[in-house]
Each structure stands twice: as C-alpha cells, then as structure tokens.
C-alpha cells in the first residue's frame, strides 16, 4: 500500500530553521521524481520543490531559491526539505508527493502529482 508520511513540521520563529522529512513505503522511490508543496491558510497549493528520480536534479520556486533545499536518500526511502530563512507568510501545510514522471517538470504543478502524504503544519510565527 502506498503511503507518504511527513514528519518535523511544528512552530518556529521567523527566521528559523526547520527540516521536513516524508518516508515513503509501498514502491519504489528511485523511479519517480518526488515533491513538496504548501498550503497557507486562504490559499491554493502551490509547488515549493521538485527533485528528479534518474539525476538528482532540482526544481524550486522563485520564493523558496536560495532558502530551501530539497534531498533524497532512496536507499532509506526518504525526501526531505531542509528550510531556512523562514518568513510568516510561509505558514501553512506542507505536502509531500510522488511525481507521475521519472523527472520534474519545468514546473511544480500539482496535476504532475499523483500521490499525496496527508500534509503537516508549520508554523512561522514569533
């Protein structure tokens, strides 16, 4: 059976670091890229971060460049998203999926997703 857990989100202050990481069970994890999202509290799902399965390449939002950096370990079956620098209106939660495709797209859009772990609340606040 498929699952995504995310795990590590909670309360942090503005300008803090979290990390953020989702364990993946029920196939394969090096044959598909994996991502992350957030929602904020009013808002639409918007795409943070996409890492590919073949090379490891990168993908991020313009918001999160510099500040944001996701990894993956397939061999423990593990995606995390190291944040720092982070800023209140990146309160939310956080989502992590399983990519429909081996790589990430030229853009973080959820139809490219086909699998979602149920989500995990950050906090940015003082």
């Known amino acids: 059976q498929l699952q995504l857990v995310e795990s590590g989100g909670g309360l942090v202050q503005p300008g803090g670091s979290l990390r953020l990481s989702c364990a993946a069970s029920?196939?394969?994890?090096?044959?598909?890229?994996m991502g992350w999202f957030r929602q904020a509290p009013g808002r639409e799902r918007e795409g943070i971060s996409c890492?590919?399965?073949?090379?490891?390449?990168?993908n991020y939002a313009d918001s999160v460049k510099g500040r944001f950096t996701i990894s993956r370990d397939n061999a423990k079956n593990t995606v995390d998203l190291q944040m720092k620098s982070l800023k209140p209106e990146e309160t939310g939660i956080y989502y992590c999926?399983?990519?429909?495709?081996?790589?990430?797209?030229?853009?973080?859009?959820?139809?490219?997703?086909?699998?979602w772990g149920q989500g995990i609340q950050v906090t940015v606040s003082s």
């Open positions: 999926a399983r990519g429909r495709y081996l790589l990430c797209q030229n853009r973080i859009w959820s139809e490219d997703f086909g699998a």
């Open positions: 029920g196939f394969i994890l090096e044959d598909y890229a």
């Open positions: 890492i590919s399965s073949s090379d490891g390449t990168t």
